[in-house]
């Protein structure tokens, strides 16, 4: 159902070597339908910031998570495609991003758990 995941914006900084640090996140969750209503996709906006430390630490990342639905079946918008597909969009953006802190030789961030119930 993913087809494609965007990184739209990627900042990190941590100017701290301690394993464990106290942060403030706050994430949005944004439904976005193309111009083209006719297309078969639509996406999540997944917006996560976090710091903490005395700006030790923080993390800054947007990604677009675009979901494909089959030919003929009329998309999934609006809140209800947040409700349906918010769970999947998040852990979509901690993968990708966790994708980029290995591929930078950083160990990987244990992001909040979220209850989307």
Request: hydrophobic share 40%; with cysteine.
């Amino acid at each position: 159902m993913i087809e494609k995941v965007d990184c739209l914006k990627l900042h990190y900084a941590c100017n701290e070597a301690r394993q464990e640090l106290m942060l403030e996140s706050k994430i949005q969750f944004t439904a976005q339908t193309p111009k083209d209503t006719s297309r078969t996709e639509r996406a999540i906006l997944v917006d996560f910031h976090a710091e903490g430390d005395d700006g030790r630490f923080m993390l800054d990342c947007v990604c677009r998570v675009i979901f494909s639905f089959p030919e003929g079946e009329p998309p999934i918008e609006g809140q209800m495609l947040l409700n349906r597909y918010q769970a999947e969009a998040y852990a979509a953006m901690q993968q990708r991003f966790n994708g980029a802190m290995t591929a930078i030789g950083q160990a990987p961030i244990d992001f909040p758990e979220i209850s989307f119930q």
